[in-house]
Structure formats: structure tokens, C-alpha cells
């Protein structure tokens, strides 16, 4: 994207915080797999949105002192010998050029700044990214480095900039939803191939390789997430992803994948027959499920809470339960449909989850809308998930091209395997 967008991005959270604060953000480092070898890296989304680099070990400061805003970028220092072994690392210029920062310079200077930026303070506000998902779940690097400015320097005062990025990055620019558009073309490529290579007696790995090799070829740059390839009652299991069973006839399978995009994300559910065929009862339940999906997608405009949007949702889903003969009783409903209607996408499928909960939409955020219904007994799993752009005057669904009614989905699959 255009080095004005992170700048745009770094005053936008400097305009957040208090007077007298440093902001410090770090890309982070890749995790030791085994021997020699470390897990894929990805960036800190919070450092990758207020500078554009997806390296590891980079580290952002931003400041705001007396109303003067100032931002700086540590680079690794050049280690020619390393780099014959793993590639060149960023330079001075280029991250000059790519971020548009003020000034850049190497980690070797980092701590000294940091203590010339702190120690003649009588007091100093200084924020970190600070998000942990539970109270027993390992601290980052930026709770370690929290621990350690506290212990230097008493009169710093710690302060969370997780929220206040996550309220920026809840709404998205121009940019940002054309790389969420790409994402989901790939996606669509890919759902198409699962489609039509399904084959009664495949395991649900063998399909979903499809996927993968389908992402690969089209330019993604990673996957979103886990692939969910869920044939028969394992649909039944929201996060089932061992992927192993075999298709068997009149099975449903159904798929919750997504590509990645240079860092953002597409996040889609489609359930089809394996035999290209859907039974009266597995229609019955799909058009329950599709009607859901189709009327959220037609209610939410800006101005709506996602609380609203959420009640409803499972409302209109106990509605069809009781159609199906499922449930008598609408507070019965939690049998069959046990999730939320849909999240926030961009950077990360679940994207800044602490504030998404309680949200009310706006031009520019991207939602799911992602309605479904389980029935173990049955075997039945069946989730319709789109990823939709709030406008001005309502929606856009990003993932309208993707096929979904039943008769599209049987008709496109006749073609396809009679090839």
C-alpha cells in the first residue's frame, strides 16, 4: 500500500493517546519449531498496520511530547554473514521509503534512546501492545519489555494501546478492502475446484489439498486459517480440523477456508454435497440456513448494533429450527445453533476481537455473516458464510460471486464432474 496510509495510520493512534506518551510497537520474532528450523513468521498485526513491513524483529516507536509527534523505526543491524544463509534484511532507505517514518535506525541504539527518552521524565505515559487472550497464556515480548521498563523506571506508567489500534482498524480503507476483495477471488477459485474434484470415497484431506494447491498457484500468501473440511456429522464440530474421514454417499461437507492477501484475509463457509446431489432433508436445512444468511446480510446497514444484528439472527435461525421440526420452543434453539451471527475480517480473521462485540456499524467496516445449523443426529452440519463491506446506504457483499443456492451449487457441480 502507499507509505501515506501508515503515516495516515500512526497520527490517526497518536491522535488517541494522552500528551507526553511513547508508543512502541514490535514486529516481533519467529518461534523456534525444532533444531535449526522456526514456525513460518507473520508480523505483528498491530506493527504491520502502522508500517507495512512484515520482517521480523523490527521495532516502531511513535512519541507525542508537548503536542509534537514523532515516529522512528529500529531495524535489525546488518549482519552480512547471516544474511548469505536466510537473504538480505531490510535497509535504512527502504524502510524510509516503505513506511515514511521520520527517522530510522538500528536496534543497537534502541535501548540507549529509550533510556535518554525516559529517565530525565518526572513522568511519562508509555503504551504497548499488550493483548493476551487469557490470564495463563505465555506474555509477549511487549509484556516483557512492560516488566522491564517497570522495574527501571517507576515513574513510566503502562498504559494498553491494543483498543485504540483495534478501533482504528475496525473500519477500512480503500486499500485495504481491495486486498480483502483479492483474497476472497482466490478464495472463490478454490471453493470452485473443491467442488468439483469431490469424490465419494476421498478423504476429506485429499479434498481439501485442492484448496491449498489452488491458493498457492493464484498468488496467496498464506491461508487465513486452519481449513475446516467437515464431511457428515464432523460438520456438527465448529472448529473440527483433523480432516481425515472418508466421504461417503449423501454426505454434506462442509468447508470454513479462507486465503490470505498480503496480511488480509478472506473468511468463507460453503456446504455442498459430495455426490453433487443434496437430499430432501439436507435441502430443507440448507434453505433454513440460506434464507438466515440472506436476510442479515439485507438488515444490517450503518447505525445497527451488532448486539441488534446478532439477537436477530438467532431469532430468525429458531424460527426455521421450529420448521424443521427440530425444536416447540425458541429458547431451545442453543441444540442447534451454538456461535455468534459473525466477526470483524481484515488483518486477522477474528479482527481485534475486543471491540467488535459491541460494535455499531459503520462505511468501511467488514463483517461475516455466518448462520448455521448442527444436527448430530442427523449428520447435518450446514454454515453460509459471506463477507460483507458496510456502505453508506447498506452493504456490499464481497463474496456475492461465490455460488450458493442449491440449484447453482448442484448445477455447477453436474457440469464440473462430468468433464
Same mark, same amino acid.
Given at each position: 500500500?502507499?507509505? $501515506? ?5 500512526r497520527d490517526n493512534l497518536?491522535n488517541k493517546?494522552?500528551?507526553n506518551?511513547?508508543?512502541?510497537l514490535f514486529a516481533?520474532k519467529?518461534?523456534?519449531k525444532?533444531g535449526?528450523?522456526?514456525?513460518p513468521?507473520t508480523?505483528?498485526? $498491530?506493527f504491520?498496520?502502522?508500517t507495512g513491513i ?12 508537548n503536542? +509534537?509527534?514523532?515516529s ?6 546488518i549482519?552480512?554473514e547471516?544474511?548469505k544463509?536466510i537473504?538480505?534484511s531490510?535497509r535504512?532507505e527502504?524502510a524510509s521509503e516503505?513506511?515514511a517514518?521520520?527517522?530510522v ?7 540507549a534512546?529509550?533510556?535518554?527518552a525516559i529517565?530525565?521524565?518526572e &513522568?511519562i505515559n508509555?503504551?504497548l501492545d499488550?493483548? /493476551?487472550?487469557s490470564?495463563n497464556? &505465555? ?8 516488566n522491564e521498563?517497570v522495574s527501571?523506571?517507576?515513574q513510566v506508567?503502562?498504559?494498553n494501546?491494543?483498543?485504540k489500534?483495534g478501533?482504528?482498524?475496525l ?9 480483502i476483495k483479492?483474497?476472497i477471488?482466490?478464495?472463490k477459485?478454490?471453493?470452485?475446484r473443491?467442488m ?11 479434498l481439501?489439498?485442492?484448496?491449498d494447491? $489452488?491458493c498457492?498457484v ?7 486459517f ?6 457428515g456429522k464432523n460438520?456438527t464440530?465448529?472448529?473440527y480440523?483433523?480432516? $481425515?474421514?472418508?466421504l ?5 461437507i462442509l ?5 490470505e ?8 463457509s460453503r ?5 453433487g446431489?443434496f ?7 440448507y434453505n433454513?440456513?440460506l434464507?438466515?444468511?440472506e436476510?442479515i ?6 447505525g445497527m ?8 439472527a ?5 424460527e426455521?429450527?421450529?420448521k424443521?421440526?427440530l425444536?416447540?420452543d425458541? /429458547?431451545d ?6 456461535h ?7 488483518m486477522?480473521?477474528?479482527d481485534i476481537e ?10 468501511g467496516v467488514?463483517f ?6 448442527y444436527?448430530?443426529e442427523?449428520g447435518i452440519?450446514i454454515?453460509?458464510e459471506?463477507d460483507?463491506l ?5 452493504v456490499?457483499n464481497?463474496?456475492s460471486?461465490? +455460488?450458493?443456492?442449491?440449484d447453482e ?8 464432474q462430468?468433464?
Amino acid at each position: 500500500m502507499n507509505q $501515506n496510509i501508515y503515516k495516515l495510520n500512526r497520527d490517526n493512534l497518536l491522535n488517541k493517546i494522552k500528551d507526553n506518551s511513547i508508543v512502541i510497537l514490535f514486529a516481533g520474532k519467529a518461534i523456534q519449531k525444532t533444531g535449526d528450523q522456526t514456525y513460518p513468521f507473520t508480523p505483528n498485526r $498491530n506493527f504491520y498496520y502502522l508500517t507495512g513491513i512484515k520482517e521480523e524483529e523490527h521495532i516502531l516507536v511513535m512519541s507525542k511530547i508537548n503536542g +509534537i509527534k514523532f515516529s522512528k523505526l529500529y531495524i535489525k543491524d546488518i549482519d552480512l554473514e547471516l544474511e548469505k544463509w536466510i537473504g538480505k534484511s531490510i535497509r535504512r532507505e527502504e524502510a524510509s521509503e516503505l513506511t515514511a517514518v521520520d527517522e530510522v535506525k538500528f536496534k543497537s541504539q534502541f535501548d540507549a534512546d529509550i533510556h535518554s527518552a525516559i529517565v530525565m521524565k518526572e &513522568e511519562i505515559n508509555l503504551y504497548l501492545d499488550l493483548e /493476551k487472550m487469557s490470564a495463563n497464556r &505465555e506474555g509477549t515480548i511487549s509484556h516483557r519489555f512492560a516488566n522491564e521498563i517497570v522495574s527501571k523506571y517507576p515513574q513510566v506508567r503502562i498504559n494498553n494501546v491494543y483498543s485504540k489500534i483495534g478501533e482504528l482498524r475496525l473500519k477500512k480503507s480503500q486499500e485495504e478492502i481491495e486486498k480483502i476483495k483479492k483474497a476472497i477471488e482466490i478464495t472463490k477459485s478454490g471453493i470452485e475446484r473443491l467442488m468439483t474434484e469431490a469424490r465419494v470415497g476421498m478423504k476429506e484431506y485429499e479434498l481439501e489439498a485442492y484448496f491449498d494447491f $489452488n491458493c498457492k498457484v493464484k498468488g496467496a500468501t498464506g491461508l487465513a486459517f486452519t481449513t475446516i473440511a467437515a464431511a457428515g456429522k464432523n460438520a456438527t464440530t465448529l472448529h473440527y480440523v483433523d480432516n $481425515n474421514s472418508e466421504l461417503k454417499e449423501n454426505d454434506l461437507i462442509l468447508f470454513d477456508l479462507g486465503a490470505e492477501y498480503n496480511c488480509y484475509n478472506a473468511d468463507i463457509s460453503r456446504t455442498f454435497p459430495v455426490n453433487g446431489k443434496f437430499t430432501e432433508r439436507q435441502k430443507e436445512v440448507y434453505n433454513s440456513v440460506l434464507k438466515v444468511n440472506e436476510e442479515i446480510i439485507k438488515l444490517i446497514k450503518p447505525g445497527m448494533k451488532y448486539k441488534d444484528v446478532n439477537e436477530k439472527a438467532t431469532d430468525l435461525i429458531a424460527e426455521e429450527c421450529i420448521k424443521l421440526g427440530l425444536i416447540d420452543d425458541k /429458547k431451545d434453539v442453543r441444540k442447534y445453533y451454538y456461535h455468534s451471527i459473525g466477526h470483524s475480517l481484515g488483518m486477522d480473521t477474528h479482527d481485534i476481537e475486543t471491540p467488535h462485540r459491541d460494535i455499531t456499524f459503520e462505511p468501511g467496516v467488514v463483517f461475516t455473516v455466518e448462520p448455521g445449523i448442527y444436527i448430530e443426529e442427523e449428520g447435518i452440519g450446514i454454515r453460509i458464510e459471506d463477507d460483507i463491506l458496510v456502505t453508506e446506504n447498506g452493504v456490499i457483499n464481497l463474496s456475492s460471486d461465490i +455460488i450458493k443456492s442449491v440449484d447453482e451449487i448442484e448445477e455447477f457441480m453436474k457440469k464440473a464432474q462430468n468433464k
